[in-house]
């Protein structure tokens, strides 16, 4: 069969018209250069009885014309409408059979139901196969169920797909090549639609495995001349099982190479962790900070709460690790006040973190969203669309939309990318040295 894979565009719709200038500036070109990892694991684990076509919409336009046995979208809740879009129009063009996964569809599979043949709810390993088979008897289901996979099944991804996207960037393009150690986060904040679909769980991939992705990643980029690229790791949250990821950054000091992860300000309690990050090549590490007051941090889950007296120790720790901590800030919660933006403001005052200001979005599947609901909150003029966390999609306590949306742009106007990366190389290079220290007594390996 021919079967086609898409990721739908992302489109950055903001109600305020700066801040949506803004954000396609900044963010458009990011995403233009990271390799999508659920198109390259759903390529990688298709039969080659197959002919299969991968499409990032971010990379290059659909072509409609084009005829497929099978259409496969994978979609988050702002790409949803999108995605919609895409079946319609392969649909109306002639037969084919046509499935949507990822998050939103695994939260909303009847929505989704109304405009694919069929939808996958939770991970797509444990049903493509079933699918396909489906698909070639004439006779797919309207919904399989994932469940959980265990990584220890997982398929190698073959990153020579990622050829095609590169073509228009050799010689002077900078990629992110993704990977994954592990899946999941047990750490329940009510914000995070992730978190309660995949029950908590936390699993973790064999070191051997994620060492064969880091090996695949840097012949693929040596065969297509890449010379300029950063491995990500696209772990919910890279560092929950200490011991473990001690035994996986030791490995990857050999490989010699970069990358980025996501993780929580927690992993630098430890000066091991921290200096086995700095030696293995991370360069960067996105932290979910979410908000500097208490108050608003309760809200939000109690574990974040619990972290907040250690933020700004934290921190400074990074950086004497040489590791530019990415730090995310929600604002427009409950709570949210003056003083919250004050407080932000003096933050980037003292650290010369790179970070992202995002609106507080209560995605479909999350505690918080129910509790807007029946708060009568949600605003009935947003649409999926419009959940890109850079639009305030319910009424606002506290401030207004007005007056968010102007402290939203002030402070991005202020403290612009360029020249937070630039002062964080500064602040970098003047660190001192660290030398890993002996290894602490295991206790609280998994915090």
Same mark, same amino acid.
């Given at each position: 069969?021919?079967?086609? *894979?898409?990721?739908?565009?992302?489109?950055?719709?903001?109600?305020?018209?700066?801040?949506?200038?803004?954000?396609?500036?900044?963010?458009?070109?990011?995403?233009?250069?990271?390799?999508? +990892?659920?198109?390259?694991?759903?390529?990688?684990?298709?039969?080659?009885?197959?002919? %299969? @076509?991968?499409?990032?919409?971010? /990379?290059?336009? +659909?072509?409609?014309?084009?005829?497929?046995?099978? $259409?496969?979208?994978?979609?988050?809740?702002?790409?949803?409408?999108?995605?919609?879009?895409?079946?319609?129009?392969?649909?109306?063009?002639?037969?084919?059979? @046509?499935?949507?996964?990822?998050?939103?569809?695994?939260?909303?599979?009847?929505?989704?139901?109304?405009? =694919?043949?069929? %939808?996958?709810?939770?991970? %797509?390993?444990?049903?493509?196969?079933?699918?396909?088979?489906?698909?070639?008897?004439?006779?797919?289901?309207? &919904?399989?169920?994932?469940?959980?996979?265990e990584l220890a099944s997982e398929v190698p991804m073959d990153y020579s797909l990622v050829e095609p996207w590169t073509r228009g960037a050799r010689g002077g393009g900078f990629f992110f090549f993704? @990977?994954?150690?592990?899946?999941?986060?047990?750490?329940?904040?009510?914000?995070?639609?992730?978190?309660?679909?995949?029950? !908590?769980? /936390?699993?973790? !991939?064999? +070191?051997? !495995?994620?060492?064969?992705?880091?090996?695949?990643?840097?012949?693929?980029?040596?065969?297509?001349?890449?010379?300029?690229?950063? $491995? #990500?790791?696209?772990?919910?949250? =890279?560092? *929950?099982?200490?011991?473990?990821?001690?035994?996986?950054?030791?490995?990857?000091?050999?490989?010699?190479?970069?990358?980025?992860?996501?993780?929580?300000?927690?992993?630098?309690?430890?000066?091991?962790?921290?200096?086995?990050?700095?030696?293995?090549?991370?360069?960067?590490?996105?932290?979910?900070?979410?908000?500097?007051?208490?108050?608003?941090?309760?809200?939000?889950?109690?574990?974040? !709460?619990?972290?907040?007296?250690? %933020? #700004?120790?934290?921190?400074?720790?990074?950086?004497? /690790?040489?590791? @530019?901590?990415? $730090?995310?800030?929600?604002?427009?919660?409950?709570?949210?006040?003056?003083?919250?933006?004050?407080?932000?403001?003096?933050?980037?005052?003292?650290?010369?973190?790179?970070?992202?200001?995002?609106?507080?979005?209560?995605?479909?599947?999350?505690?918080?969203?129910?509790?807007?609901?029946?708060?009568?909150?949600?605003?009935?003029?947003?649409?999926?669309?419009?959940?890109?966390?850079?639009?305030? $999609?319910?009424?606002?306590?506290?401030?207004?939309?007005?007056?968010?949306?102007? #402290?939203?742009?002030?402070?991005?106007? &202020? /403290?612009?990318?360029?020249?937070?990366?630039?002062?964080? &190389?500064?602040?970098?290079?003047t660190a001192p040295k660290r030398d890993l220290p002996a290894s602490p007594a295991e206790t609280a390996l998994i915090y």
């Amino acid at each position: 069969m021919k079967i086609a *894979i898409v990721h739908p565009r992302i489109t950055y719709r903001c109600e305020d018209a700066s801040i949506q200038d803004y954000v396609n500036l900044w963010y458009k070109e990011i995403f233009s250069r990271a390799f999508n +990892i659920n198109l390259l694991r759903l390529a990688s684990m298709t039969s080659a009885e197959h002919e %299969v @076509t991968l499409i990032d919409e971010n /990379y290059e336009a +659909i072509d409609f014309e084009a005829r497929f046995d099978v $259409v496969g979208v994978t979609a988050m809740t702002y790409q949803a409408e999108r995605a919609y879009e895409i079946a319609s129009e392969f649909k109306k063009r002639g037969p084919c059979r @046509t499935i949507l996964g990822g998050i939103h569809a695994s939260v909303l599979p009847e929505e989704a139901a109304r405009h =694919f043949d069929s %939808v996958c709810v939770g991970e %797509v390993e444990n049903i493509w196969e079933e699918y396909l088979q489906d698909v070639a008897a004439g006779s797919p289901k309207p &919904q399989y169920r994932g469940g959980l996979t265990e990584l220890a099944s997982e398929v190698p991804m073959d990153y020579s797909l990622v050829e095609p996207w590169t073509r228009g960037a050799r010689g002077g393009g900078f990629f992110f090549f993704p @990977t994954m150690s592990t899946r999941g986060c047990p750490r329940g904040c009510d914000y995070c639609s992730a978190t309660y679909l995949f029950d !908590k769980r /936390y699993r973790k !991939k064999e +070191i051997d !495995k994620v060492l064969a992705d880091i090996r695949e990643i840097k012949k693929t980029a040596s065969a297509l001349g890449i010379g300029s690229y950063h $491995v #990500e790791f696209c772990d919910d949250n =890279f560092i *929950i099982d200490r011991r473990r990821t001690k035994d996986l950054l030791q490995a990857l000091i050999p490989e010699k190479i970069s990358y980025t992860a996501s993780l929580d300000i927690a992993a630098s309690d430890d000066p091991e962790i921290l200096a086995l990050l700095g030696e293995s090549g991370c360069k960067v590490v996105s932290i979910g900070l979410e908000s500097l007051e208490v108050n608003i941090l309760e809200d939000l889950g109690k574990w974040k !709460k619990s972290q907040r007296d250690k %933020v #700004e120790r934290n921190i400074r720790a990074f950086f004497d /690790y040489g590791i @530019t901590p990415a $730090v995310n800030f929600m604002v427009g919660s409950d709570g949210t006040d003056p003083d919250l933006f004050r407080n932000i403001r003096r933050f980037l005052r003292e650290f010369p973190v790179i970070f992202n200001i995002l609106f507080f979005t209560p995605f479909p599947g999350t505690p918080y969203r129910e509790t807007l609901r029946k708060q009568g909150r949600l605003r009935e003029d947003k649409t999926w669309t419009d959940y890109n966390l850079f639009n305030l $999609v319910f009424e606002p306590a506290g401030l207004s939309k007005e007056e968010l949306y102007e #402290e939203f742009y002030s402070i991005r106007f &202020q /403290y612009n990318h360029l020249e937070r990366h630039l002062k964080s &190389q500064q602040v970098l290079a003047t660190a001192p040295k660290r030398d890993l220290p002996a290894s602490p007594a295991e206790t609280a390996l998994i915090y």
